[in-house]
């Protein structure tokens, strides 16, 4: 009898395990369904409208449970460059090049780090401007997205390291401090306001022979300023198609997402037939690409949804600039909470996105500043901070030019309080050299 009842105990411990084993099988294969899920979702939110179309015809071409119709949409795409005013709607001839984004994004893939310090880093490319710069101080990065500032410190380090020479450097200053170890050079670009308005003088002062410092100067030329120069997203090469678009119609605004296909899913007809089928090899084939119809079909909504909410928040958050005034300052994290979205998810849609406006077309990033400041009306970004900082110097006495902490105090007086080391370094980013560089003799 004892025997028997072992016999029993063991039998159950089996069945137990072998049920514990197909729990943990199917909570692994779920997870691993949401984790693909949730990567197509952010993949196509990642997207613009260009790539999306590429991304679109593909898996239509591969998937059978697909079918695609073509959209005549009623809006037109602008012929403009990001930021250049036209009431002129005319068709687009976007270019398909090659991103900075998409460069960066396949050496981070490369270097096989941490999950975290690899969102980090992704963050730090979706903050670059439009020359490849990361203006925001990494203290700000910390507290805007949550990370620890060494952390993100350590992640820009590693972002300035990667090509092309000067991504992720603060102004063009470091940039080409960043492509060169000629010492001389290197003089040059420490010196550049000077270069730039009195070389002869600038020759004499660091004592350089004409033959040496016309040299110099041909290799400084040589070098590249802006890190984004020749992607498809600098401004200087880039033709956008809008992702969103913004139409005013008796004083009201209309937001549309720019589809040009319509996804949906095919007639199940034949899915059915195959999944009554005998055939237990056509059957888990029909599941396998009906499950990725489906996900895609999802996230394309997602997608549309996400960028429609925030095409909306937008026109709320800026109608005095639509209607001709200045923006106002935006922060991704008050957005992100107002919509109800993660930071990372808005962060990913304003990262590569436009936005067609009665005012023009514009980048997504143009209405997310960098900082935003109290002043005596209202907020304000850094630059306009920074147009304030180069009015003040513009009307200064050139025979008492203002001090960096002269500046401070008049910023102050008009309600916006900086630090010193902070007016510096947006003077530097202005390319203005310091009082005593600026008085006249």
Same mark, same amino acid.
């Given at each position: 009898m004892a025997g028997e009842g072992e016999k029993q105990v063991q039998g159950f411990n089996k069945e137990c395990e072998m049920k514990n084993r197909i729990s943990q099988s199917l909570k692994l294969s779920n997870k691993l369904i949401l984790t693909n899920k949730v990567l197509l979702s952010l993949h196509l939110l990642e997207a613009n409208i260009m790539d999306l179309e590429d991304e679109i015809m593909e898996t239509v071409e591969e998937n059978p449970f697909l079918e695609l119709e073509f959209q005549v949409p009623n809006i037109r795409a602008s012929k403009k460059k990001a930021g250049e005013n036209s009431e002129d709607v005319m068709e687009n001839t976007a270019t398909r090049a090659r991103? !900075?984004?998409?460069?960066?994004?396949?050496?981070? $893939?490369?270097?096989?780090?941490?999950?975290? !310090?690899?969102?980090?880093?992704?963050? !730090?490319?979706?903050?670059?401007?439009?020359?490849?710069? !990361?203006?925001?101080?990494?203290?700000?990065?910390?507290?805007?997205?949550?990370?620890?500032?060494? %952390?993100?410190? /350590?992640?820009?380090?590693?972002?300035?390291?990667?090509?092309?020479?000067?991504?992720?450097?603060?102004?063009?200053?470091?940039?080409?401090?960043?492509?060169?170890?000629?010492?001389?050079?290197?003089?040059?670009?420490?010196?550049?306001?000077?270069?730039?308005? *009195?070389?002869?003088?600038?020759?004499? %002062?660091?004592?350089?022979?004409?033959?040496?410092?016309?040299?110099?100067?041909?290799?400084?030329?040589?070098?590249?300023? $802006?890190?984004?120069?020749?992607?498809? *997203?600098?401004? $200087?090469?880039? $033709?956008?198609?809008?992702?969103?678009?913004?139409?005013?119609? *008796?004083?009201?605004?209309?937001?549309?997402?720019?589809?040009?296909?319509?996804?949906?899913?095919?007639?199940?007809?034949?899915?059915? /037939?195959?999944?009554?089928?005998?055939?237990? %090899?056509?059957k888990k084939f029909a599941k396998e690409l009906f499950d990725k119809a489906k996900n895609f079909v999802d996230s394309l909504n997602r997608r549309r949804e996400t960028l429609l909410k925030l095409g909306k928040k937008i026109v709320e958050k800026e109608e005095s600039f639509l209607k001709g005034s200045r923006t106002v300052p935006l922060k991704i994290s008050e957005i992100a909470e107002e919509i109800e979205l993660s930071l990372s998810t808005v962060a990913r849609a304003v990262s590569t996105k436009y936005i067609k406006t009665p005012r023009g077309v514009y980048p997504l990033k143009y209405f997310f500043s960098r900082a935003v400041y109290s002043s005596n009306n209202g907020k304000i970004s850094r630059d306009e901070v920074k147009d304030k900082i180069k009015h003040l110097i513009d009307s200064e006495n050139k025979k008492k030019p203002l001090t960096d902490e002269q500046i401070v105090e008049k910023l102050a007086s008009q309600g916006i309080h900086l630090s010193r080391r902070v007016v510096s370094k947006y003077r530097e980013e202005l390319m203005i050299p310091s009082s005593s560089k600026r008085r006249m003799r």
């Amino acid at each position: 009898m004892a025997g028997e009842g072992e016999k029993q105990v063991q039998g159950f411990n089996k069945e137990c395990e072998m049920k514990n084993r197909i729990s943990q099988s199917l909570k692994l294969s779920n997870k691993l369904i949401l984790t693909n899920k949730v990567l197509l979702s952010l993949h196509l939110l990642e997207a613009n409208i260009m790539d999306l179309e590429d991304e679109i015809m593909e898996t239509v071409e591969e998937n059978p449970f697909l079918e695609l119709e073509f959209q005549v949409p009623n809006i037109r795409a602008s012929k403009k460059k990001a930021g250049e005013n036209s009431e002129d709607v005319m068709e687009n001839t976007a270019t398909r090049a090659r991103t !900075l984004r998409d460069h960066l994004i396949e050496q981070i $893939y490369a270097l096989n780090i941490q999950e975290e !310090l690899e969102n980090i880093l992704l963050t !730090l490319i979706d903050l670059l401007d439009i020359h490849g710069f !990361l203006t925001m101080p990494t203290f700000e990065i910390a507290d805007e997205f949550g990370f620890e500032e060494e %952390k993100v410190q /350590k992640m820009v380090k590693i972002l300035k390291n990667l090509d092309p020479p000067g991504v992720g450097c603060e102004n063009v200053k470091e940039a080409l401090f960043m492509q060169t170890n000629d010492p001389t050079v290197r003089l040059l670009i420490e010196n550049i306001e000077e270069l730039q308005s *009195d070389p002869h003088r600038l020759m004499e %002062k660091l004592g350089i022979s004409k033959e040496k410092f016309e040299e110099s100067v041909k290799k400084l030329k040589a070098l590249n300023p $802006y890190p984004a120069n020749g992607f498809a *997203d600098s401004e $200087y090469t880039n $033709y956008v198609e809008p992702d969103i678009f913004v139409i005013e119609s *008796d004083g009201k605004y209309s937001v549309f997402v720019n589809d040009i296909f319509d996804v949906r899913l095919s007639s199940t007809n034949v899915y059915e /037939k195959l999944m009554q089928s005998g055939d237990e %090899k056509s059957k888990k084939f029909a599941k396998e690409l009906f499950d990725k119809a489906k996900n895609f079909v999802d996230s394309l909504n997602r997608r549309r949804e996400t960028l429609l909410k925030l095409g909306k928040k937008i026109v709320e958050k800026e109608e005095s600039f639509l209607k001709g005034s200045r923006t106002v300052p935006l922060k991704i994290s008050e957005i992100a909470e107002e919509i109800e979205l993660s930071l990372s998810t808005v962060a990913r849609a304003v990262s590569t996105k436009y936005i067609k406006t009665p005012r023009g077309v514009y980048p997504l990033k143009y209405f997310f500043s960098r900082a935003v400041y109290s002043s005596n009306n209202g907020k304000i970004s850094r630059d306009e901070v920074k147009d304030k900082i180069k009015h003040l110097i513009d009307s200064e006495n050139k025979k008492k030019p203002l001090t960096d902490e002269q500046i401070v105090e008049k910023l102050a007086s008009q309600g916006i309080h900086l630090s010193r080391r902070v007016v510096s370094k947006y003077r530097e980013e202005l390319m203005i050299p310091s009082s005593s560089k600026r008085r006249m003799r």
